[in-house]
């Protein structure tokens, strides 16, 4: 279980993984199965540079895709747009699930490394 953590954080003493544990939301993250790397890419770039949510990080997960930390949306009603507008882009509607385990970089996935490719300063 080293290799993922959530995007939500959980109220003290929880030992179950569910939204009903968490104690709140900071991230959100945006990654695609479907999408190639380059794709997903300018998925994130739009967020970032049109809409202006801040970006935090980009991991690669050492597999087909990349995953990108946002700040949470403000609201559950640009929460809600947000999801809506990522799915038809080819996003994965799970990981903008708080609870929902993603990939962490320094992690081994079947012999190649996850890693960190891009850090906010």
């Known amino acids: 279980m080293g290799n993922f953590t959530c995007g939500g954080a959980f109220k003290a003493g929880s030992y179950s993984r569910s939204n ?14 479907t999408l190639a790397k380059d794709d997903v ?11 202006h949510y801040r970006l ?16 949470a949306p403000r609201s559950k009603l640009l929460e809600s747009r947000l999801r809506a507008g990522l799915e038809v882009f080819g ?13 962490v970089p320094g992690a081994w996935r079947e012999g190649k490394l996850q890693r960190l490719i891009w850090l906010r300063e």
């Open 20 to 33: 009903e544990n968490l104690d709140g939301h900071r991230f959100i993250v945006v990654e695609s199965d």
């Open 41 to 51: 890419g300018a998925v994130f770039s739009y967020l970032r540079r049109r809409l």
């Open 56 to 71: 935090h990080c980009i991991i690669d997960t050492a597999g087909k895709s990349l995953h990108a930390w946002f700040d």
């Open 91 to 103: 996003c994965d509607p799970k990981v903008f699930t708080y609870s929902q385990p993603v990939r």
